[in-house]
């Protein structure tokens, strides 16, 4: 027979009366039967110590309190992050994003039925651009530190090159990502020296270095110490002399105030979209950007999605579409200049 008859509220079969029909079902008369062969020595005589169950009121309150010990970003400005921080977003911003004609980050294969999406997708593109001060932009990244290895081969492609110079103060799981990038490709990952002084990157380090195997520099303003590099128009002097190409990665929120990169001669931009109006998420997912210029050799070699605005065959009306679609892996496979499939167009 049953000892104790205690009726939990999320577990149906804790009834006493259905409890007693799966007993007699399996034939047994007790619960304890079911541990008849475990050693007595082995069982346990007394409660648990543990204080007795709380109802959900009493949870909610219970938590509360223990996280009313937190310090949050609301109580405080919050340095940490390197990069992923807290921002505003407007509440239309969650509303819009759980409608189901935007609630997926896969791609949208049939144009014809996602009109929505890709019109939103081409929106978000445009506005990059004109952030940037490019003119060609993909619809995502998986977030900054992919978009680095992503740039680092595609400029190793174009130049037939195999040499990146980077700073020497990097965010290091940028850093790690890049070289898992690139080690695969054969590149090598190599830094340049700062000045101690002013925080500036070091133009003589990087003309003592820099060498006709250089495929590009990579540079961030502001940095990852939060210095703003003045030296840009300098820098990228110095790259495109050797014929490398200049890679610049920005926080996109700074270039309300600073100057774009398209401004000093960036061949491609790159950067981290969470800033822009993304949660936080536990570090994920993020919202990887990147641009370059409009010339038909990087376009060719550029990873990721790109939307286009075309018309309708009868010319009437406008429509949007995946374009160079031959550059991706669903119709190059091994040969795609990125293996980017499913990625961050929600965020976009």
């Not at 952030?131 to 037939?160: F, H, I, K, P, Q």
Request: glycine content about 6%.
């Amino acid at each position: 027979m049953l000892t104790r008859a205690k009726t939990h509220p999320y577990i149906p079969n804790s009834v006493r009366e259905i409890k007693e029909k799966m007993i007699n079902e399996i034939g047994i008369k007790s619960i304890e039967e079911l541990y008849s062969d475990v050693s007595e020595k082995f069982k346990l005589k007394r409660k648990l110590d543990l204080p007795e169950a709380l109802s959900e009121l009493e949870l909610v309150r219970h938590v509360d309190k223990l996280l009313s010990r937190n310090k949050t970003c609301l109580d405080m400005p919050i340095f940490l992050g390197a990069g992923c921080w807290p921002h505003y977003i407007p509440a239309a911003v969650d509303y819009v994003i759980q409608r189901s004609e935007l609630l997926t980050s896969y791609t949208p294969y049939q144009p014809e039925i996602s009109q929505g999406m890709l019109q939103a997708l081409f929106e978000y593109q445009s506005m990059i651009c004109e952030l940037a001060e490019m003119e060609v932009a993909n619809c995502s990244m998986y977030d900054w530190a992919s978009a680095l290895g992503e740039a680092a081969r595609m400029a190793a492609r174009v130049t037939r090159r195999n040499e990146i110079f980077i700073p020497r103060i990097i965010h290091p799981e940028r850093k790690a990502t890049l070289e898992t990038y690139a080690t695969p490709a054969g590149m090598k990952v190599k830094t340049i020296d700062y000045e101690k002084e002013t925080g500036q990157l070091s133009l003589e380090d990087l003309e003592k270095k820099i060498s006709e195997e250089t495929a590009a520099v990579y540079i961030e303003n502001p940095s990852y110490l939060g210095f703003i590099e003045n030296q840009v128009d300098e820098i990228a002097e110095i790259t495109h002399r050797k014929n490398a190409l200049f890679i610049v990665g920005v926080d996109p929120t700074s270039l309300g105030v600073l100057r774009p990169p398209g401004d000093y001669d960036a061949d491609i931009v790159i950067g981290e979209g969470q800033p822009l109006g993304n949660p936080m998420n536990y570090g994920g997912p993020l919202l990887g950007i990147f641009a370059c210029r409009d010339n038909v050799r990087l376009i060719r070699q550029m990873p990721g999605r790109i939307i286009g605005m075309t018309r309708t065959v009868d010319g009437k009306q406008r429509g949007f579409c995946m374009v160079l679609q031959t550059r991706e892996q669903h119709i190059r496979r091994e040969k795609a200049t990125s293996n980017i499939c499913s990625n961050e167009a929600l965020c976009a």
